[in-house]
């Protein structure tokens, strides 16, 4: 009895002082953890035939190659890439190959230290809403610098923003990806640097606009390197807005007639995306065009994947079967459509359900996509740190359960996947099934986490505050 | 070749005539692949840096058509006559396109050829009932990974390299056979695809409906709330 007592406070005690450990330590413990995965690598890499380095790392360094070479990247086969990843990874060629690997970590980090700070922003700034917000139904109007003394010690802005960041620090997934050597990272970054400098904007008035155009540059550039940020645009525009949008009519006004903020948006957006575009096309010519851009929209895999319409499009690659008419293909595409249009009038027209507007459009994304791998979870996974302080409605019960759900559906595909990749057994049919009660699942998880969101969950000393 | 699976491994032992044991001989493995098998040359020149492989295959191989858009090609396994060698070649195999008319598509891979080449000096090494078409010289065309027959022409340089390269003889082989070089690849059935473009269809509806209809509450709530708090920070500036 004594010596389980004994434990449980060892337990917590070291709980305790993983809490209080300072970010910037788990900084180092996380570069440290990623340097020794980046070592583990070269040596499994060197002596195994099943390798650790991501399969498109080795693509985009050919890539680099040719680039060195004088040629363009896309005389590598299956580069679709922004010849941007290329010259990032040109020095792994001049200076040794795992130095992509070292960048995408760094990024990684980066990730981190955004979310850091962009937690720490948000919360203090929530919570200085809300105690004004409580302030006024006392008739206590106060300036907007209320020190954070009425907050219990959980809801510290320090506290919560150390933890969301260490939730992506020590997140398995995330670390094991990037030092493989995927470029996801990269491309997470400025979407979340997006969502920082349009956050920051609305605290920092007299800097707004250049932030917001800011902001604007790096959407481009995102878009430039991985089409599906472009699903993000209605957010960052709506999240901009100064009234609320009630009625399609009220929407169309927005659309039509953007304010100041709203067109340095657009703006930022648009002139880095055609100048990435443009220099690229001159460099490479239709060839870039076609791989890093349209390929993505034509693309047709009917090889076995996480997805809904997996099944649906192997069975559509007989060459007897017709090609699905427009309308066929439209109710196909339109619920995932329905969906982002949804939670971008939702969650999208206040910057403080921003970061959540894009985590749940990015789930969106990812659930209904034609295709869908490991990888594409990163998509979201990136972007839930930031949000993790609006779900304290959901139990720690309930939030291992939807966990459970989401690993258990995984789970379930992977098996009759197992039995026809590696017993050749005729499961199209299950996996087909599978993938639509993971599909399923994802639903069910998008629903509870939208029903459960909350954007003021402060403990606040009312003692303290009066 | 390995059993069963998409991803099979197909393992050779040869057994090489003690007289051409460790001589300057080289030998060629040709294995001709049909359109339904594909190779990863990632994969394989990974097994060529960690020496584990010794081959010539063709640089590009499109592994993500499916086996009716594929092309049929070959590789090529080097090495050098020893008593007892085993080779191991990874080969996937593509998607069939689906059918009514089968379940599963039966795929065939042909027994591989043996090339031999010696020195002009050693050629003596190569019995005249072991090779095949004695009156036939083969060229190693690498680029293409595959040989083809030489044949002289007035006016080509006799160049060593020429020479070298155009030596090889095509041999008989004893072949055995662990099992058959057959692989039973599923097929889905065409006939479905109308009721499974339904219910995608009405899957994704309803969870999208579902989604919003169930959310619908809350997110009006938030935004009230947001809407009250942006109206009084409006009015306190």
New interface residues.
């Given amino acids: 009895m004594t010596q389980t007592k004994a434990t449980t406070t060892g337990w917590q005690r070291l709980g305790r002082r993983i809490l209080y450990t300072s970010f910037q330590t788990h900084l180092l413990i996380s570069a440290l953890l990623r340097i020794g995965l980046i070592c583990y690598g070269q040596i499994h890499?060197?002596?195994s035939?099943v390798?650790y380095t991501d399969?498109d790392y080795?693509?985009v360094t050919d890539g680099a190659r040719q680039v060195l070479a004088g040629d363009t990247p896309f005389a590598r086969?299956?580069y679709r890439y922004s010849p941007i990843m290329a010259y990032l990874q040109t020095l792994n060629i001049l200076l040794h190959p795992a130095w992509g690997k070292l960048l995408y970590a760094t990024f990684d980090l980066l990730i981190a230290t955004l979310i850091y700070r962009l937690v720490h922003m948000e919360i203090k700034s929530q919570y200085q809403?809300t105690v004004?917000?409580l302030l006024?139904k006392f008739n206590r109007?106060r300036d907007?610098d209320q020190s954070l003394d009425a907050l219990d010690e959980r809801s510290h802005p320090e506290n919560l923003a150390r933890a969301s960041a260490c939730f992506w620090l020590y997140n398995p997934l995330t670390a094991v990806i990037s030092t493989r050597g995927s470029g996801d990272c990269f491309s997470s970054f400025f979407v979340i640097l997006t969502i920082y400098l349009l956050l920051k904007s609305e605290h920092n008035v007299a800097r707004s606009y250049w932030l917001i155009f800011g902001a604007g540059l790096a959407h481009g550039l995102v878009i430039h390197l991985r089409l599906y940020p472009l699903l993000f645009s209605l957010a960052y525009y709506l999240s901009l807005s100064t009234r609320?949008t009630q009625t399609p009519l009220d929407f169309l006004c927005q659309i039509l007639r953007p304010n100041k903020q709203q067109l340095c948006l657009i703006s930022g957006t648009l002139i880095s995306l055609v100048a990435f575009t443009w220099t690229f096309y001159t460099m490479y010519g239709w060839e870039y065009i076609y791989e890093a851009y349209l390929y993505h929209f034509v693309r047709k895999?009917?090889?076995h994947n996480f997805s809904?319409?997996f099944?649906?499009q192997?069975?559509?690659?007989?060459?007897?079967?017709a090609e699905?008419s427009a309308i066929?293909k439209t109710?196909?595409l339109?619920?995932?459509f329905?969906?982002i249009l949804?939670l971008s009038l939702?969650?999208g027209?206040?910057r403080?359900?921003l970061p959540f507007c894009i985590f749940a459009v990015a789930f969106v994304i990812v659930t209904?996509n034609s295709v869908v791998t490991s990888q594409y979870f990163i998509w979201y996974l990136a972007i839930l740190p930031l949000c993790l302080n609006n779900f304290k409605m959901l139990s720690w019960r309930r939030c291992f359960g939807l966990l459970f759900l989401w690993l258990l559906a995984q789970a379930l595909w992977l098996l009759p996947a197992y039995l026809?990749?590696?017993?050749?057994?005729?499961?199209?049919?299950w996996i087909?099934l599978q993938g639509?009660v993971f599909?399923?699942t994802n639903?069910y998880i998008?629903?509870q986490l939208?029903?459960?969101?909350?954007?003021?969950q402060f403990k606040i000393s009312y003692r303290k505050l009066l | 070749m390995d059993k069963?699976?998409?991803?099979r491994t197909l393992n050779y032992r040869m057994r090489f005539d003690i007289p051409l044991v460790g001589k300057d001989c080289e030998y060629v493995l040709l294995q001709d692949l049909p359109a339904s098998v594909y190779i990863s040359t990632?994969?394989l020149d990974?097994?060529q840096r960690?020496k584990?492989l010794n081959a010539i295959y063709p640089k590009?191989v499109?592994i993500?058509v499916?086996t009716?858009r594929a092309h049929p090609f070959s590789v090529l396994l080097r090495g050098t006559p020893k008593i007892t060698e085993s080779l191991a070649l990874p080969l996937h195999?593509r998607?069939h396109?689906?059918?009514?008319k089968r379940?599963?598509a039966t795929v065939a891979i042909p027994l591989p050829e043996l090339y031999l080449n010696c020195p002009m000096a050693d050629s003596a090494l190569i019995e005249n009932e072991l090779v095949a078409r004695p009156d036939k010289l083969y060229c190693l065309n690498a680029p293409e990974s595959r040989f083809d027959e030489n044949h002289v022409k007035d006016g080509q340089p006799a160049t060593m390299a020429n020479l070298q390269r155009c030596n090889w003889r095509r041999v008989h082989v004893d072949c055995q056979l662990k099992m058959p070089l057959r692989?039973?690849?599923?097929?889905?059935?065409?006939s479905?695809?109308g009721p499974?473009?339904c219910?995608?269809?009405l899957?994704?509806?309803s969870?999208?409906?579902?989604?919003?209809i169930?959310?619908?509450?809350?997110?009006r709530r938030?935004?009230q709330?947001?809407?009250?708090?942006?109206l009084?920070?409006q009015k306190?500036k």
């Fill in positions: 890499d060197s002596q035939a390798p399969i080795k693509v086969h299956t809403k004004q917000h006024s109007p907007s609320l895999d009917p090889r809904l319409q099944l649906l192997y069975l559509g690659s007989a060459s007897s079967v699905p066929l109710l196909v339109a619920p995932q329905l969906l949804y939702s969650f027209q206040f403080q359900t209904y026809l990749e590696f017993h050749t057994w005729n499961t199209f049919y087909g639509a599909f399923v639903g998008l629903e939208l029903s459960h969101y909350g954007f003021t | 069963a699976g998409m991803h990632d994969e990974d097994l960690l584990r590009f499109n993500e499916a009716e195999f998607y396109a689906p059918s009514d379940s599963a692989a039973e690849i599923p097929v889905g059935q065409t479905a695809y499974v473009l219910g995608t269809i899957l994704g509806w969870l999208a409906l579902w989604t919003i169930h959310s619908m509450a809350n997110t938030i935004n709330r947001l809407n009250e708090q942006r009084l920070q306190v």
